[in-house]
């Protein structure tokens, strides 16, 4: 298996990868984002170990572009910053794992397999529904082959709805689903954001139908 390390510090850089190759893995370094991009066109990589405090582009931008670009990496944050607003845009810009410094090798390690076995089990993880296109691993979504802006409230709604059809998803459920990130989710929020993904699926041929007293369904995809 091989992997990118992107540090630009070189004794973390070296020592991570004297590490794993002793565990058996190939491994590369860059010391700065835009040196790890350069990598990416012929090079074919099973995970990025990516640290936030790189120079000029940080670590999450770098992440940001890989997302953006549609690449499915595996990127596990390594990084000395703990505080949570760090942890919480690292996620939400498309990492796939957290570690804080200082780390055992061991532990980085075992993440190291644990993101590429995920990522092996999600390779084919698209979900197609009448034009929809959704990638549950990059949380992205295409309407008629046209990036659909969504939220992070429409997008559990809407992957919970897809992936039901056709069967009616209850409102309870949803507000359940969405309530382990979000306390203040309610019925009457639910309904604003249905209202608000009706009318961003507008263009496409998909609809989500209100089943009174109960909740809501997309009926099943046309062959």
Not at 42 to 67: C, N, S, T, W
Not at 132 to 150: F, V
């Amino acid at each position: 298996m091989r992997v990118l390390i992107v540090e630009d510090d070189p004794l973390i850089a070296d020592g991570l990868k004297l590490g794993l190759r002793r565990m058996g893995y190939t491994v590369d370094i860059a010391d700065s984002a835009e040196a790890a991009l350069a990598f990416m066109p012929g090079e074919a990589f099973d995970i990025a170990l990516v640290d936030i405090g790189l120079p000029k582009a940080d670590g999450i931008d770098l992440v940001k572009g890989l997302r953006a670009s549609g690449e499915r990496l595996p990127v596990l944050i390594l990084t000395a910053k703990a505080d949570v607003e760090y942890i919480v845009q690292a996620l939400d810009a498309g990492a796939d794992d957290y570690m804080v410094k200082p780390y055992r090798l061991p532990e980085v390690a075992a993440r190291i397999r644990a993101l590429i076995r995920r990522a092996n089990a999600l390779a084919d993880a698209c979900v197609c529904h009448d034009g929809l296109r959704l990638d549950t691993r990059s949380r992205t979504a295409t309407l008629n082959g046209k990036p659909l802006d969504l939220t992070n409230r429409e997008w559990a709604i809407l992957e919970l709805l897809v992936l039901a059809s056709p069967a009616v998803v209850a409102k309870e459920k949803l507000v359940q689903s969405l309530s382990g990130w979000d306390k203040d989710m309610t019925p009457n929020a639910i309904e604003v954001h249905v209202s608000r993904l009706r009318a961003k699926l507008a263009p496409g041929s998909i609809v989500i139908r209100t089943v009174r007293g109960i909740g809501y369904r997309v009926d099943a995809p046309t062959l």
